[in-house]
Structure formats: C-alpha cells, structure tokens
C-alpha cells in the first residue's frame, strides 16, 4: 500500500507566496509609520463605528456651495424637485480627500443643504447612485473606492447601502453572492432590480477589470448574477450605461488595460451594446454607431423623452510613439435609446459679448481697396495675393460678431442629472499641462428651450497645483494617475 498524503502539505510555491505577502505587508507597515499613515481597513472600520453612533439625523443650510470635486453621484430626488450629491474626491497634487457628505441641491432657489444621518457609509468615490420612489423615497450606494491622503494605500468597496429619504437614516444592506469589491463600474435601475456592470479593482499589485454583470431585486434584496446570451462588452469602467425602459440598457465605450505579453497598453472603447430582455432570457446585442472613443464621460437620461445624455470625457491621443495625451471633450450629446443614434446639442441662441456690438457696420470701397497687395513669383508663375477688385462705390459689409462657448468646459467625471427636464452639470477634472484641477463649478440647460446654459456656481481660478513638475519626480506614478483618472 503506497503512503498516505498529507493533506496539510503546501506546496513551494504557496509556501514562496505567503513569504511575498509577508514581507510586503511589513513593508507598507514601515512606510505607513514613516507617513503618519495608518491601515486604510482600520481607518474605514472606525470611521463606520464612530457614523453609527450618531443618534439622530441633522439638516444644516450651507451658506456656500459644496468643495470642487469629481467622481461624486448625482442623482434626481425621486419625488421632490432636488438634486443629491454624495462623496466624490478632492487631489491638490500631493494629497487626497476622500468625502462622504449627503447634500441636497434646490434649483428653484440655488440653495444646498447637508443631511447628516445615522450609520452613514465612510467616504468614497467613482461609486454610482440610483434613486427610487418606492417606500417613500430611497438612495441606493453600491462600491466605489477609498485613498489614504497620500494615495499610498487604496481599497475598494463592494457594499450596498440604502437611505430613506423620508426617515433620514441609513441602512447597509448585507446580501450574499454580490459583485466583488470594484470602483469605476455603473449602475442603473430596471424595473424594481438594480442592474452592475464593470468597474476595475487595483490592489497595488494587480489591476483588474471587469465585464460580469449583476442584479439586485430591491423586494427580495437578493443578488443574482446574469449570463446573458451573445457576446457582451468586454472588461472595462468608465464606461456610459443608460436604461431603455424598465427591460433593457445601452452600454457605450469605457476604458480599459490589455496586456500583451510583457507589456501593457490602454485602451479607450467606441463600441455599444444592447442588453435586452424576452421572457426570462437576457441577451447582449452589437450596435453600430458608436461615437468618439471617450472615457469617463457624464451620462443621464430624461425619464420623460426616452433620450440619454452624454457630457465631456477624455480620449488618448498619440503624439510620439512613447507618448500619450489626454484630449479633454465639452461635447454635449443626445442618445436616443429607441433608434440608438447619436445627435449633437445645438442650443437655439449664442451668447454675444457685450463688448462686440451685434451691428451693420458701413465700410467704404477705398478701405477695401486699401488692403495690402503681396506679390508672389518663381520666375515662371506670378500671383497677386491681398487686395479687392471691389469697384469704388459706398459698400455696406455686415460683421458677424465672434460666438464665445457657453457653459461646462472640457472635463472629465462631471457630475450630471436630469429633473424635470433641467440637465444639470456639477465639477470633473480638467487636465492641463500633465496637471489635473478638480473643478467646482455648476451648469443647467433646459432641455425644452435649449436656449443657452445658466451658471449656477461659476468656477474660480484654478488653484495651485501642488505636485511636482518635472518628469524626473513624476516618473510612472503621473502615468498612473492619469490612467486611474479615466478607470473611474
């Protein structure tokens, strides 16, 4: 009879591994201590432990709009005309703050107010907000991320929260068999099901994306995940996905790491897809018309027209072979979720500076025929560029004055809603020289006029950036935050 295995045997390898871990746990231990920094998972318990001390809700009037900020939600009071921002993320350049603020936006009379409730979730960004009716009003949080100030250490959530808009209170709804821990990923509401796909995860050793999608019945509160039929988007976050109806969703570009071997490459995607509903039956279909390849773009629907709207985003640009540019967007776009065609914004009125008098102006013939003429010749050929063969006689020119662009500029995770047929635009990131300012600023355009933007909140200067400038500082860290800026 041979001899018995050791069931409790471990192998080389595993035995190498656990050392790794070891030894890299010890590491980040010291740098911590050498930071000031403690464990982000104790810092996240008892920020948990000290919000659930909380005895009572507590309303505030702000007397200024909320901090810049981007990766936040933002999402339509389902019954009172009110927007609600949560979280979302600050970086200076040297530090980062991670917010978990409830405020609530009044458009009638540009007024925010902060909600301070019991048993709050710690602080995150790049999660997804969807909003429902039901029980008299509910926020529905899943996942999102956590960074220590010195982004040193990072850790994603794979929670679900739900907070009754009517009770003021908070609940963490524990279920299980939910999607793994993920940040940059999107949700929507079907029905009576909350509907997540993508997102990536990063624990400073691996980088993974996503492409796996999951249901949340709000009445059973139980997670299902689907296999749909056909093939489906590929792994990737920052990706727009809007509902059509209450049995099917668009998915729409995103972004995305593919490694080749040794290496490893970027990748923003153009393609679409529609997950659709017959029976019991899910199943992924390819759609043609996908628009610019873009990343982390605000996207939102209009409940009451059955169109999506897509504001801004950020594209790689090639400019050598070794080097990258992101090229920032401040298109704003219509999705038509029945034809799913893509059609620019035009609003109806152009602002006109009032400096540049909208006006006939009288030039006579000699000032045309006082433009200078440059003569050009090779020896062979002789041209005469400049000047006017306008006969002399008064002529009367009109002169259309300059259109200035009104409204967001170019950014990146804009903050963006829809309620009752106002879209509104909240802060993102603007990229500038290898530098990302978060911005503060505050838009809406009524989609029935679309007569021009208002600013609600107008963006001051720039504040000073506080990383370092040089490439020789900077190294691959800067490469990775610009890659983590469009992953969320």
């Known amino acids: 009879m041979g001899k018995k295995k050791n069931k409790n045997k471990v ?25 000031g920094e403690e464990d982000i998972t104790k810092v996240i318990a008892e920020i948990e432990r000290e919000e659930a001390k909380r005895a009572a809700a507590s309303e505030k009037n702000l007397s200024c709009p909320p901090s810049p900020r981007a990766y936040a939600s933002l999402t339509p009071h389902p019954l009172n005309n009110e927007l609600i921002m949560f979280g979302g993320e600050y970086h200076n350049g040297q530090q980062t703050e991670i917010y978990n603020d409830l405020l609530f936006f009044n458009p009638v009379n540009n007024s925010w107010k902060q909600i301070k409730a019991p048993g709050a979730p710690p602080p995150r960004s790049a999660h997804q907000a969807v909003s429902t009716p039901a029980n008299k009003g509910e926020l529905w949080i899943f996942g999102g991320e956590f960074t220590s100030p010195t982004e040193t250490q990072f850790y994603h959530y794979k929670d679900l929260w739900c907070f009754s808009l009517a009770d003021k209170k908070w609940e963490k709804v524990v279920a299980p068999n939910g999607p793994s821990p993920r ?14 796909f993508g997102g990536y995860s990063d624990d400073g050793r691996e980088c993974r994306y996503f492409d796996d999608l999951y249901t949340f019945c709000l009445d059973t509160r139980q997670w299902t995940k689907l296999i749909p039929n056909g093939r489906g988007p590929c792994p990737r976050s920052a990706c727009v996905m809007l509902p059509v109806g209450n049995d099917g969703l668009i998915v729409y570009g995103g972004f995305s790491r593919v490694r080749e071997g040794r290496t490893e490459r970027t990748q923003t995607h153009t393609d679409m897809f529609k997950l659709s509903c017959k029976g019991s039956s899910w199943s992924w279909r390819a759609l043609s018309g996908g628009t610019t390849a873009r990343a982390g773009q605000a996207a939102t629907v209009n409940p009451h027209s059955n169109r999506g709207y897509v504001f801004g985003g950020v594209c790689d640009v090639e400019e050598t072979e070794e080097e990258l540019r992101g090229e920032m967007s401040d298109e704003l776009q219509l999705l038509d979720l029945e034809t799913c065609r893509w059609h620019p914004v035009t609003l109806k009125t152009e602002h006109v500076p009032p400096s540049v008098p909208n006006q006939v102006q009288s030039v006579s013939s000699a000032e045309i025929l006082e433009t200078p003429v440059t003569v050009v010749t090779d020896e062979v050929f002789t041209m005469k560029l400049g000047g006017s063969t306008v006969t002399p006689m008064d002529t009367t020119v009109t002169i259309t004055p300059p259109k200035t662009k009104q409204g967001p500029s170019a950014r990146m995770s804009a903050m963006m809603a829809v309620q009752r047929s106002v879209l509104f635009v909240y802060g993102g990131v603007l990229e500038k020289d290898e530098k990302q300012f978060y911005l503060g ?41 610009s890659d983590d800026s469009e992953e969320d």
């Not at 192998?11 to 930071?35: D, I, M, P, R, W």
């Not at 940040?183 to 997540?196: A, T």
């Not at 000073?464 to 490439?471: N, Q």
Request: aromatic share 4%; charged share 30%.
């Open 11 to 35: 192998s080389g390898a595993v035995k190498t591994a656990v050392k790794t871990e070891k030894k890299l746990a010890n590491k980040l231990k010291k740098e911590l201590a050498n930071l």
């Open 183 to 196: 940040s940059g990923h999107r949700m929507v509401l079907l029905s009576r099901k909350l509907f997540i």
């Open 441 to 481: 600023d505050m838009y809406s355009l009524d989609l029935h006029k679309l007569n021009e933007w208002k600013t609600i909140i107008e963006q001051p200067m720039l504040p000073d950036w506080l990383g370092s400038d040089s490439e020789e500082d900077s190294g691959s860290e800067s490469e990775t935050d």
